[in-house]
């Protein structure tokens, strides 16, 4: 049984005085995030040595991450951040002359950023088309004419909240003998994902939006016998088969996804994402999708009826948890807003609203009428 939206909000103690809609930038904090943060103050004062407790939390959080996405635990390294979980898979390829990582303008810079460092050793970067702002599968199709090594594709944009044809551009990248990498942050956690329906090879999150986590910690799902030519030049004692052994001679990784990861994890964010991952395994994670789709529909229809201008998809099935309204000076009306307690995110000429399965339908008419507010100069 999945708990109800109304349930789960009651695990927030900040909804009760804030309307909030910024998880594309960092979720909303939870009792139980609250408590995980004391138990960790605790290991600090109760334990000598609190290694062993804090090992045994990162590998808690692997196994609930792993069973998020339908993955096998030992597919997943817990990583510091989605770029290094990036670096750790392009690093892997001996790049040829003029093969290509394909990619977005959607893509989060950061992982985009990665693609490009590429170029120094040999790869090429093309970008899809996209239609209208949006990204379609043939653009992908187009830009995947000539050698291709890599195809990244985010689950969903940061920018604007279109989820992507991931499962469509997977198969063509897959046709023409290329990997697949998948930047997951701006929807796992509402947005129902199964590693092996997508198709993917890679694919990355970190635990503070939708996971409703803290900053710091990230995951990099490598599906099981895909071509490494390279073993990761980025490496630590956490990428060794016996951690502990602490043996500065020898160079050995795991054949699990463990060969990925590199120095101390960052235990604190590791309490963070249990404590979130854990919440949301309490949900089903169809219903969770459903609640969001109604919510984001809702504000659709609420903004395009007063006259604003959207930049997310019309279509429900394009939408991921987040809405986008173009204005000229975003960071006023967000600031407009919060004095109203109600949080948003700003970015790039866009007001990002985006929603989880703790909010509401009261939430979604506080922002309309506040936006409409705004607008009137009242």
């Given amino acids: 049984m999945s708990l109800s939206s109304e349930s789960f909000r009651c695990r927030f103690p ?6 909030y809609l910024a998880s594309c930038s960092l979720g909303a904090m939870s009792d139980a995030l609250t408590a995980a943060l004391t138990e960790f103050q605790s290991t600090m004062f109760e334990h000598g040595s609190p290694w062993e407790w804090w090992t045994s939390r990162v590998d808690e959080a692997r196994r609930h991450f792993a069973a998020l996405i339908q993955a096998d635990v030992d597919d997943v390294a817990v990583v510091s951040s ?38 120094a050793n040999g790869a090429t970067v093309r970008y899809a088309e996209t239609e209208g702002g949006f990204a379609i599968a043939e653009g992908y199709e187009k830009a995947m004419d000539g050698p291709v090594r890599l195809v990244s594709v985010p689950l969903v944009s940061y920018l604007h909240g279109q989820r992507l044809p991931v499962e469509r551009i997977a198969e063509l990248a897959r046709d023409r003998g290329a990997q697949v990498f998948v930047d997951a942050y701006q929807g796992l956690g509402v947005e129902p994902v199964d590693v092996r329906k997508l198709g993917c090879d890679y694919l990355v999150s970190g635990t503070h939006k939708y996971l409703l986590g803290l900053p710091g910690l990230a995951f990099l799902y490598v599906r099981r016998g895909v071509n490494r030519e390279l073993d990761p030049q980025l490496t630590g004692w956490f990428g060794r088969v016996d951690p502990f052994e602490f043996n500065p001679r020898e160079l050995d990784f795991p054949s699990t996804a463990r060969r990925y990861e590199v120095g101390t994890p960052p235990v604190v964010a590791a309490y963070g994402a249990v404590a979130g991952l854990k919440l949301l395994a309490t949900l089903d994670a169809e219903v969770a999708r459903a609640h969001v789709r109604g919510l984001t529909s809702h504000l659709r229809v609420g903004l395009a009826g007063m006259g604003e201008r959207l930049a997310s998809p019309a279509s429900e099935d394009d939408c991921g948890p987040m809405v986008a309204v173009h204005d ?18 700003p970015r790039s000429g866009l007001l990002r609203i985006a929603v989880h399965y703790y909010n509401n339908d009261a939430d979604v008419e506080a922002v309309v009428e506040a936006i409409h507010e705004y607008r009137s100069g009242r």
């Avoid at 898979?89 to 992982?111: N, Q």
């Avoid at 000229?328 to 995110?345: M, N």
């Fill in 14 to 19: 900040v909804l009760e005085r804030t309307v």
């Fill in 328 to 345: 000229p000076a975003p960071d006023r009306l967000a600031r407009f807003l919060a004095a109203r307690k109600i949080v948003t995110s």
């Fill in 82 to 119: 989605a770029s290094e979980g990036a670096y750790q898979v392009a690093s892997g390829f001996r790049w040829k002359r003029a093969e290509a990582v394909v990619t977005t303008e959607l893509e989060f810079p950061s992982i985009a950023h990665v693609w490009l460092a590429q170029r």
